[in-house]
């Protein structure tokens, strides 16, 4: 063992020397880490006293890396090799040097990830244990451990298992944890005086994991031992809160840094968050303590200034607020003075804009934007200020929104008077209105419920659109009044020369000297354009020519712009999109340009793959101008195939994989723009169905819509069996996999609608198999509902009869069972306009134009009945605005680069029967034509069907002009 120990020390004083010998020492330590025990030889060489502290601390890390990799694969080490290493583990860490307690700590809790509690009961007991230790040090490592380990419980979903192991947990810790926290105040008390600074640290560092412990211990249902022990906990709460380190003490409690929080702030802010979990969850049983505590937590907010280090106490104990006066115990703010007091003392003062934030917004404009447009998950002190302001709006609406509009005016009177030296008063004033007046907001059209006694429209014209065109400002005023503006944009419903105002001064700050400026006007700009009325744009095609020119302008010289701010921005790119989508055909005087831009970038962007929201509007960019071109001047085809071309090209031949879904998404544009096929798209069709190619996921759906392509532009060349054996091939693959099994049925729908049932009848009862097999093997409500939308294809394309005899083929006597069960049964979890609209005419082919079917009345009636609720029944299907909404243009995340995306301007029509107008007055038309060839059927039908569908098809065929 020896011998391992030095080559082990060795090794590890080599990884923190030069490039070769770090590498040596690496690729020794991989060596030994493949010998059995290799982790008992790191904790025996961690328990050694002649090795260097330095070398310890990389084999700590080294260790806990082992465990990490190791444990969870149980050959990897043996059933004796972990019981050694968990019965060593423990007081080795608590032993150990701080630096190097970490990490043990670390992979304690990697273990514990793991055994915790059933492989492993005598953990807690051995760590609880050390509560009782008169070495703070010792207690601070056994509590740190423990708190990583309970950590777990924060996020837990209560249920039978969690609360089986909580009790277990509880019985072993909860009394020694609630007897050291009482000792650990106790001792503060006694030893205030005389406390040094590293007896301090190791001390308060205990008390914070004990506040931890209480939270994660507390976060599942209130423990009974808790709720007796009350009065104890939070009585030592309060003095923590209230507690006042001597001088000697204060730069290790509260650090001289102003944005850095101190140790004592961080137990307050533990502290608080165990306040707000009790006010939240259990407030029945905090009323008691809630008096006191709002009165401390509220004089705290007061006097914790504005420095950074205190942001997270401040938004903690403003969170502390904003629970209690929107819960059962509100009414202790329902006096005038105390909400005078908060809106003005807690509320104002944290809405102010600080030099932090200011330096925020010139030196880090992305992330400005980031936090105080978007909304991201950091909390800032304005949008917890903000969050105050809506609750104490749930209760007292009436009273708060006078006092702040009171408030508001003073500011904007204050403003007014100098507005170069007082310009943060308007500022805070755009804010708080903004919070005062927004009640509920949607991603896509921005607010949706605000508060009616909020002048959002008057505000607008007298103090923000004034300000979008005065340059002699502060940016950050003009940055208020376009957020303004990006917030209330559905409530703006201005007049066509207000809104000739407004787009005016929106273009112009996209050259502002402000990045922050230039993406507020880029991400309200694309706002607005989105926004629908009734399903119609309200900045119509029309409107948008007027400042087409000068806004591509503005928004290409910020894409060109290779400063940090700009590059890659997903704002100015998703604008970009907006504009050139909403041109529609008037986008062909700036298509050239605008391609070639893009294209520029697109070259860029592959050689560093990195921003996939920018990444995803940027080819909708490019399809949207290529699309809109092509439909507007079909001979531009050429010039933009020479201009896409050679950009797919490189995507696919450097197997760029995270951008070749929407390179076969372009693909798929230029060839349905075709009327004939190019050679060179020809060329490369076998290439596309090379099985491999199918088989990372987020090509499918991509490679999918292609096919789709070529079988509709060339479809001679598809019915080919050189070519239409692997598309079946393709087929089946994607069939047998149930992430993409509709994929099959997308495929197939274009083969039935285009290619034609004599090429494929050869084929079908191989298909019919296959699709059979498949749902006996894995019914899903996917694929029933896949397959319904398949055969309602077929029986609008090429009639009942002949997909009766398809399935026939399969096994005599099927079809029936099929048409009744797996097509009428499903069809009413159809979604979609189009695809309803599919079923319904499917439905009534059904009913009226297979006479094999009138001699089974139940399934005639039956379809009948589906056909009318197809018609009758609301579609639970989104409105046009959140559609928009919903797009894939809208809904790009920033996580992975690799899944796929769908380009919403490369798709084709959902309907494949356009020909077909209106649905309703097909099934009146062809029920009629049938009733009237067949009078015999009308007693049967009346005394058959349903009275309310009986009586909406007669009132469906008065309309229409036509009577039973």
Known sequence: MEEVIKSLAFYLTQTCASDQARKQGEEGLAQLAKQPQFALYMLKLLGEPAVEPSVKQIGAIVFKNFIKDNWPALERISVQERNQVKTTLVSLMLTSPAKIQAQLSASISLIAKYDFPAKWPTLLPELVGQFQATDWMVINGALYTTASIFKQYASA???????????????????????????????????????????????????KFMVKIFFYLNSVDLPEYFEDHMTDWFTGYR????????????????????????????????????LNLYLEKYEEEFTPFMGTFLQDVWGMIVKAGDALKMDNFVNMALKFLNIACTGTNYTVFANEDAIRNICRNIVVPNMQLRECD????????????????????????????????????????????????????AMLQN??????????????????????????????RGTSKINTLVPIADFYKTQVLPELANFSLPAVIRADCIKYVF????????????????FSALTRCLGDKSAVVQMYAAATIERLLALRDKGNPRYSKEFLCQFAKDLLAGLSASLRNPDSSHAENEYFMKAMMRVLSSLKESVVPYAIESLQLLVQLLGQACANVRNPQYNHFMFEAIAATAKNALAAQPAMLPTIEGMLQPAIQTILQKEITEFSPYAFQLLALLIDASTQINASYLAILPSLLVPALWDRSANVPALVRLLQAYIRRATAQVADEKILVPVLGVYQKLLNVGSTDHEAFFLLDSLFLHVGMPVLQRYVGTIFTLIFTRLSAKPTIKLQKSFAMFIATLFVKHGPETVAACIESV???LSAQVIDSLFLGNLQKIQGRAERKTCTLAATRLACDWPAVLANLALWVKALIAAHRLIADPLLELTPEDEDALGAADVVTSGSTTSYQRLAHTAVADDPFLEVPDAKQYFVVALHRLLQAHRELVPQLQQALPANVASDIAQWFAAAGLSL
């Open 157 to 207: 979903i209560k249920s039978d298992e969690v609360l089986l192991e909580l009790k277990y947990v509880l019985g072993i810790v909860q009394e020694p944890l609630t007897r050291v926290f009482l000792a650990a105040n106790q001792f503060l008390q006694a030893q205030a005086a005389s406390l040094t600074a590293d007896l301090s640290v190791n001390l308060f560092m205990s008390i």
């Open 487 to 502: 917030t209330f944009r559905l409530q703006l419903t201005l007049t066509e020369p207000e809104k000739q105002q407004l």
């Open 239 to 274: 003095s923590l809160l209230t507690y006042s380190p001597p001088a000697t003490l204060s730069e290790a409690l509260l650090t001289p840094s102003d944005d850095k929080p101190g140790l004592l702030h961080k137990i307050h802010t533990h502290i608080i968050k165990c």
């Open 415 to 444: 403003y007014a008077a100098s507005p170069a030296q007082n310009w943060k008063s308007k500022d805070v004033a755009i804010f708080l209105l903004i919070a005062l007046a927004v009640k509920a907001a949607a991603t896509s």
């Open 358 to 409: 200011e330096e925020m917004f010139e030196d880090e404009p992305r992330e400005y934007v980031k936090l105080d447009m978007e909304g991201s998950d950091t909390a800032t002190r304005r949008r917890a200020a903000a969050e105050l302001v809506k609750a104490l709006r749930k209760n007292f609406e009436k009273e708060v929104t006078a006092l702040f509009e009171a408030d508001i005016g």
């Open 811 to 813: 096994q005599a006597g």
